[in-house]
């Protein structure tokens, strides 16, 4: 990660600016190096440089939160995306339910999941396998 965030502030200062899939990488490769920190930095910077997140950077953020046990910021994350009007697609709707179950919270992932359906979002193979596995 050290070389892609030297990449960064390099492109920071000297261009390419960096966009949505830049920071989408950077974020999740934070994430999965645990480094909670500097991912959440690296949001705000995105946000304060009115960089749009689409679906798949929300995705990003709230599998992150998720993998951490943080179900209130991911679920904070989730709503957020609604609120921007971006429709969030199975990936989504998958990690936060996979995520609820993981930490116990099959109330909420069994109320997510019929929401999905009720917002006309079929679960795929990786989805069912995960309801199956917790008998939902």
Do not use: W
């Not at 995306?81 to 989504?92: G, K, N, Q, S, T």
């Not at 917002?119 to 989805?127: K, R």
Request: charged share 25%; glycine share 6%; net charge negative.
């Amino acid at each position: 990660m050290d070389e892609a965030m030297l990449m960064f502030s390099k492109m920071s200062e000297k261009g390419p600016e960096p966009n949505v899939v830049t920071y989408g990488c950077l974020i999740d490769g934070n994430f999965k190096s645990q480094d909670m920190r500097t991912a959440s930095e690296l949001h705000e910077e995105m946000l304060e440089n009115k960089i749009s997140l689409n679906n798949v950077s929300y995705s990003i953020l709230i599998d992150g939160l998720c993998k951490q046990g943080l179900m209130l910021e991911a679920s904070f994350a989730f709503r957020c995306a609604l609120d921007r009007h971006l429709l969030p697609d199975v990936v989504a709707y998958s990690i936060l339910i996979r995520g609820y179950c993981k930490v116990g919270r099959l109330v909420e992932a069994k109320l997510l999941c019929e929401q999905m359906v009720i917002d006309g979002i079929e679960p795929d193979d990786l989805l069912e396998r995960t309801l199956m596995e917790y008998n939902l």
